[in-house]
Antibody
Framework: EVQLVESGGGLVQPGGSLRLSCAAS????????MTWVRQAPGQGLEWVNY????????YEADSVKGRFTISRDNAKNSLYLQMNSLRAEDTAVYYC??????????WGQGTLVTVSS | QLVLTQSPSASASLGASVKLTCTLS???????IAWHQQQPDKGPRYLMK???????NKGDGIPDRFSGSSSGAERYLTISSLQSEDETDYYC?????????FGGGTKLTVL
């Protein structure tokens, strides 16, 4: 059974940093691209970034360029999101997802990030 | 610019069928899309990929009541024999080199 479990969310002050993790199991992690998607309170889904299976290719939304970094450790079956210079508008539930070519075919349950003083 | 447009809301009666629409922006009518369902306070659930020719590939465990189709730049999700648990949010998603895109979502009400 494919499982994706996010962790690392919490309350952080504006300008602060946070690192999210996503633990993957039930599939060969090293052969799939992975993605982060977020959802602000009461809003729709917003794609954040994507990393290819070997980390050779990374795509990012303009809203997080220069502030967020996606990475992965295939030996640990883990995906990461380093978030710096956080803003109030980054407040959201962050989901990791498995990218099966184009579609995101499995999702985690999400972790809440709140940016507030 | 690659954009997906969805109606904010839709409704249909219990036991009936409903067809949700996702429209691709001009110049992108050949693109495939994916449909996702999201229950309140839960992560999304992948339903299916819908190709421009109308063929679709469903995710694991998705009931036969869910199907996909296409016409021009429109991609559809049809849910038949509507059940109360189908009342939730539905998102379409597409992709191109360097970008992934979501539609704004449709909230489905089962009457």
């Amino acid at each position: 059974e494919v499982q994706l479990v996010e962790s690392g969310g919490g309350l952080v002050q504006p300008g602060g940093s946070l690192r999210l993790s996503c633990a993957a199991s039930g599939f060969t992690f090293s052969t799939y691209g992975m993605t982060w998607v977020r959802q602000a309170p009461g809003q729709g889904l917003e794609w954040v970034n994507y990393i290819s299976s070997s980390s050779n290719t990374i795509y990012e939304a303009d809203s997080v360029k220069g502030r967020f970094t996606i990475s992965r450790d295939n030996a640990k079956n883990s995906l990461y999101l380093q978030m710096n210079s956080l803003r109030a508008e980054d407040t959201a539930v962050y989901y990791c997802g498995r990218a099966n070519d184009g579609p995101f075919d499995y999702w985690g349950q999400g972790t809440l990030v709140t940016v507030s003083s | 610019q690659l954009v997906l447009t969805q109606s904010p809301s839709a409704s249909a009666s219990l036991g009936a069928s409903v067809k949700l629409t996702c429209t691709l922006s001009s110049g992108h009518s050949s693109y495939a899309i994916a449909w996702h369902q999201q229950q309140p306070d839960k992560g999304p659930r992948y339903l299916m990929k819908v190709n421009s020719d109308g063929s679709h590939n469903k995710g694991d465990g998705i009931p036969d009541r869910f199907s996909g189709s296409s016409s021009g730049a429109e991609r559809y999700l049809t849910i038949s024999s509507l059940q109360s648990e189908d009342e939730t949010d539905y998102y379409c998603q597409t992709w191109d080199t360097g970008i992934r895109v979501f539609g704004g979502g449709t909230k489905l009400t089962v009457l």
